[in-house]
C-alpha cells in the first residue's frame, strides 16, 4: 500500500494565547517563577513572519491581556509582569483568553488556534453541558486548549484542566513541581507548532491485486489502474 499527499506540506499560521495563573497560591507552588521562563521559551520556538502570540494574567480576574500579535518582544517582555497573588476563578482566565482568539480573527479558517491554559489550583469552572460553559464555547469556535495542571492536590481541579483539553481535541499535562514546566511546555511547543496543512487530501494506491469496495466516491478508470 503507498500512500503519498496530493501536495507538499504547509505549514499553518498559528493564533497562540498563553493563559497564565497568577493567583496567590503561586507563590509556594512556583516560588522562583519557573512558569514564565517555560512560557516564553515556547513563544521563542514561534515563527514571528507567520505566528501570532497572546497573553493573560489571570488569578480571580483578569491582570492584564495582550491579544494575539507577532510582536513577540512585547510578550516576553509582559511575561515578566505576571504576578502572584488573589484567588482563581478559571472561567475569567479561560474566557479572556477566547475572546482575545475571536475579537483578533482573520475571519477565515487559515490560522489554527490554540490556548495553553497553567494553573496550580481549584477555582470557579462551569463545566461542559452547562450554560456559560467556555469549554464548549472554544470547542464550537474551532479553538484547542492544552492545559497544565502544577502540583495539584485537588483533584475536581485536575477534571476541570481534562475537560477543557478533552473537550476541544487538546491535552491536558500535569507537572509534579514547576521544574518540570519547561519540559510540559516544550512538549506542547512540538505538537502545536508543528501543525501542517488542513484539508490535505491523501492519494491511497493500492496493488492490482487487491480490490477495494464501499467508496464514498467512485474512482476514474485512471485512479484504479494506479
Known amino acids: 500500500l503507498e500512500v503519498a499527499g496530493e501536495s507538499p506540506p504547509r505549514a499553518v499560521p498559528l493564533d497562540v494565547v498563553l493563559a497564565i495563573d497568577s493567583s496567590a497560591s503561586m507563590t509556594e507552588t512556583d516560588p522562583t517563577k519557573m512558569r514564565l521562563d517555560a512560557a516564553r521559551g515556547l513563544v521563542m520556538k514561534m515563527d514571528p513572519a507567520r505566528d501570532r502570540v497572546g497573553l493573560v494574567s489571570w488569578d480571580e480576574d483578569v ?17 515578566g ?12 482566565g479561560l474566557k479572556e483568553a477566547i475572546d482575545l482568539l475571536a475579537a483578533n480573527s482573520t475571519g477565515s479558517d487559515e490560522r489554527a488556534r490554540f490556548v495553553v491554559f497553567l494553573s496550580d489550583g481549584d477555582g470557579d469552572y462551569t463545566a461542559s453541558g452547562r450554560a456559560g460553559s467556555q469549554a464548549d464555547r472554544a470547542r464550537n469556535d474551532g479553538i484547542v486548549i492544552y492545559t497544565i495542571g502544577l502540583k495539584l492536590a485537588d483533584s475536581r481541579a485536575k477534571k476541570s484542566l481534562e475537560e477543557m483539553a478533552e473537550m476541544t481535541g487538546g491535552r491536558y499535562y500535569e507537572a509534579c513541581d514547576s521544574s518540570a514546566l519547561e519540559s510540559v511546555y516544550e512538549a506542547i511547543s512540538e505538537e502545536v507548532i508543528n501543525v501542517v496543512g488542513r484539508d490535505v487530501v491523501v492519494r491511497y494506491v493500492l496493488p492490482q491485486e487487491v480490490e477495494a469496495f464501499g467508496y464514498s466516491a467512485a474512482p476514474t478508470a485512471a485512479e484504479t489502474r494506479e
Not at 63 to 79: G, K, Y
Not at 81 to 92: H, I, M
Open 81 to 92: 509582569r505576571v504576578d502572584s497573588s488573589d484567588g482563581t476563578n478559571l472561567d475569567r
Open 63 to 79: 491582570d492584564f491581556s495582550i491579544p494575539p500579535t507577532s510582536e513577540f518582544a512585547r510578550v516576553l517582555e509582559a511575561i
